[in-house]
């Protein structure tokens, strides 16, 4: 497994489960997702409604970047009012569901990518902004352009972590994504910084689509201004920005371009975790390996102490 | 942090894991404890080939077989390359792919498999950051505590999980059978019958702790079930009598009734007992097979065994009086008092019932002896109960929810602080939930 997965696996397994016509039984589960979202999947009134309930901790900086426009947009007639504790609740009925399987799947893959949605907002509005910017900037060259336009959008902080947040700004030649991570573990930060070389060196050896990707411990420019930012001077936060051209923001890719952005920081993560996974597998191999040697060396012949039937020794004069 | 991430309740079985967050009723993905990775399967003792290979190999190790020198320059991401659960079955029926078993017999044999067993698990199943959520995991009872320092390893260095609690599965089940109407008293004293598909176990539980040198197993399970309904079928030479087929018979139809020479008779004067079972195989065709005699005769084998096996002759009920008498006589009545039954094998309608009664015989016979050779005295009786509740399919599991959601699990846990301030060795000592001095 590269790639994490976008979908939430228990929403789309119980969801495809439910819908196969399998007879109603009452769910009541609270599970958890990345970034401390949690959804609340039960069947409150009769087992065949079942209600999806999501919290987000960044949920009022969402609305306002147009979380409401974009969940509402995705799941339409199916929104019901937020259950009490949670953020956003979708309802479904199962003797009231679309009748061909094709719009039923797709139902459930919308419904598994409640959260993906929910943080889609703010991306969605860059890019929006984005658009207008480039279509504005290109009526002037370089030069003539007035200050407005040159600069860009104000900055969107989402705190999407109890530390670490998301800032979106929008340019007329690009999108600058900024995360800012923080480790905590000594380990981690030293894979961390590894791998986050690979993604800068990425660029320059192969891929030459890829995002532009800059890793430094300071709050990069672009973040002049806000307020609240914790500075790397002890190695511990660390800023990387991702720079999204044109190429990547098309109307093909955008959503594909969300998808992948939104699980970095999870992706990142993991691949820490697993590189960690693999050198404790070696680890474990080559221990195994040297035992064997040390097994293998033993002395050929050991002198014993010989003794005589009645218990006494003979010792060599030297 | 601003609200509390529920604990992960993680419970690898021999044959299933259970995952899920604390709090919920049932785990939210049961999957099989399997891990497929490619090239072929490993051998038998794991420690060959599916490894990875250790590059740059010192000249003076490479004697022999030599399979790592040509890895040497991989840069790749080989270790990814593997699934686990279902999609490892689906995976392993394919080319390319061999499947593994990191547990046997309930401990944790391949460490290297285990641990990408995990980070599977937790990244792409349950989705959560470790560093956000307290694990409580599972053991088997009997286990060395080196398997448990290699846990923690783990779970605190691989995966900086925030904090760490590792279980007895008994004890679990124990806390489990709390939600039976029938039990008063909250207490980890009783014993527990874990009967899975492989083993059955018999342990005994004293105030949160196991007496190790009581514990007993029985080699008849539920895969030796199914195997006694799919002799059955075939002898009478039904239509269909596939192991699978037989496993549907035996959880749908099969129960545990008082008496086998009534129950016989009692199928003889009404017919209506037998039932027809049809299976629809893959292709659309579907056949019906007469489900007969094995409705009460599968289960049977728990109290007769002889009946299926040669070599293994003593009757489960025998082996809990048993196991209770080999305990410390000053906790023998609340053994007797709270068996608790746990695992697939003992959901049996009336299974708790019949091993009731049986023990219960059993033990009224010893005292009505010791009256008599006392001359006359009489003896206060004991209490003999068969706790049966609705979570005994999941026990440990559901048993490790309802204790992780209490507030004051996170102080019985070792934290990533501790651990890096003491070392593995940590986890050697686990405070009981729930135990005494608790509440």
């Known amino acids: 497994m590269l790639l994490l997965d976008y979908q939430n696996v228990l929403i789309q397994s119980l969801l495809t489960e439910r819908f196969s016509g399998a007879p109603p039984v009452s769910i009541d589960q609270v599970v958890s997702d990345f970034d401390n979202v949690a959804f609340h999947v039960s069947t409150p009134e009769t087992k065949s409604k079942i209600l999806i309930s999501i919290a987000v901790k960044c949920y009022k900086e969402l609305l306002q970047y147009g979380a409401q426009e974009v969940l509402e947009r995705e799941y339409g007639t199916y929104i019901v009012s937020p259950e009490a504790g949670y953020d956003f609740s979708v309802l479904i009925d199962l003797d009231n569901l679309p009748a061909d399987q094709e719009a039923r799947e797709d139902l459930v893959r919308r419904v598994s990518l409640l959260k993906r949605n929910a943080m889609a907002a703010p991306f969605e509005r860059a890019f929006a902004d984005f658009a207008r910017r480039q279509e504005e900037a290109s009526k002037f060259t370089s030069e003539s352009a007035p200050e407005g336009v040159r600069e860009g959008g104000e900055v969107m902080a989402i705190h999407y972590r109890d530390e670490e947040a998301i800032y979106i700004k929008a340019s007329h030649d690009r999108v600058t994504v900024i995360f800012s991570t923080i480790f905590r573990e000594e380990t981690d930060r030293v894979f961390g910084k590894v791998f986050l070389q690979e993604f800068v060196d990425a660029r320059r050896r192969a891929i030459q689509n890829a995002p532009q990707v800059l890793f430094r411990n300071e709050p990069p420019l672009e973040l002049q201004g806000v307020r609240g930012l914790a500075d790397g001077t002890n190695g511990e936060v660390g800023y990387v920005t991702f720079v999204l051209f044109p190429r990547h923001l098309t109307l093909q890719r955008r959503q594909e371009t969300i998808s992948h952005i939104q699980t970095f920081r999870d992706y990142f993560h993991y691949h820490i975790k697993a590189s960690k996974a693999y050198i404790h597998s070696r680890m474990r191999r080559r221990t195994a390996d040297f035992l064997q040697v040390l097994n293998r060396a033993r002395p050929e012949n050991e002198e014993k102490e010989r003794k005589t039937a009645s218990g006494r020794t003979f010792r060599v004069q030297g | 942090m601003a609200s509390q991430t529920p604990a992960v309740v993680i419970d690898n079985g021999t044959g299933f894991s259970k995952l899920g967050f604390a709090g919920n009723d049932s785990p939210s993905f049961v999957f099989p404890t399997a891990i497929a990775t490619k090239g072929g399967p490993g051998g038998a003792g794991g420690s060959g080939s599916g490894r990875p290979a250790v590059a740059n190999k010192p000249s003076f190790l490479t004697g022999g077989t030599g399979s790592g020198g040509a890895l040497s320059s991989k840069r790749g991401t080989e270790d990814l390359d593997f699934f686990i659960g279902d999609e490892a079955l689906a995976a392993a029926s394919g080319p390319g792919y061999g499947i593994h078993y990191p547990v046997r017999h309930g401990q944790v044999e391949n460490w290297d498999y285990m641990e990408r067993f995990w980070s599977n698990s937790i990244f792409k199943y349950l989705r959560v950051e470790p560093e956000d959520h307290y694990f409580l995991l599972t053991e088997p009872p009997l286990n060395p505590p080196e398997n448990r320092e290699n846990t923690a390893e783990i779970m605190f260095e691989s995966f900086n999980c925030a904090g760490l609690y590792i279980a007895v599965q008994a004890v679990l089940a124990l806390a489990a059978s709390w939600t039976s109407s029938k039990v008063s008293d909250r207490s980890l004293t009783g014993t527990v019958i874990d009967s899975g598909d492989g083993v059955t176990h018999v342990i005994p539980v004293a105030e949160g702790y196991v007496i190790g040198s009581s514990i007993k197993s029985i080699p008849i399970a539920g895969r030796d079930i199914t195997y006694f309904v799919q002799s059955l079928l075939r002898d009478r030479g ?70 299926y096996s040669s070599d293994f002759l003593t009757p489960l009920p025998t082996v809990v009086d048993g196991v209770i008498q080999s305990s410390p006589i000053d906790v023998r009545r609340g053994l007797y008092k709270n068996i608790v039954l746990s695992g697939g094998s003992t959901l049996y309608k009336d299974f708790g019932r019949r091993l009731q009664r049986d023990i219960k015989h059993m033990v009224d016979a010893r005292i009505r002896a010791s ?50 301030e003491i070392g593995p060795s940590i986890v050697r000592r686990f405070n009981l939930i729930g135990g005494p001095g608790s509440t």
């Open chain 2, 371 to 420: 009256e008599v050779r006392s001359g006359g005295k009489k003896s206060g009786g004991l209490e003999v109960q068969v706790v049966t509740h609705k979570r005994q399919r999941h026990g440990p599991w559901f048993g490790g929810s309802l204790l992780g959601q209490t507030p004051e699990f996170r102080s019985y846990c070792h934290t990533k602080a501790e651990y890096d």
């Open chain 2, 238 to 307: 039904e239509a269909d009598s596939s192991l699978k087929t037989a496993e549907r018979v035996k959880e749908e139809y099969c129960y545990v009734c008082p008496d086998i020479v009534k129950e016989f008779s009692r199928f003889d004067r009404e017919p209506d007992r037998f039932l027809k079972h049809t299976v629809t195989s893959p292709n659309g065709r579907s056949v019906t097979v007469d489900v007969g005699y094995e409705r009460f005769l599968a289960p049977e084998i728990f109290f007769n065994p002889e009946i």
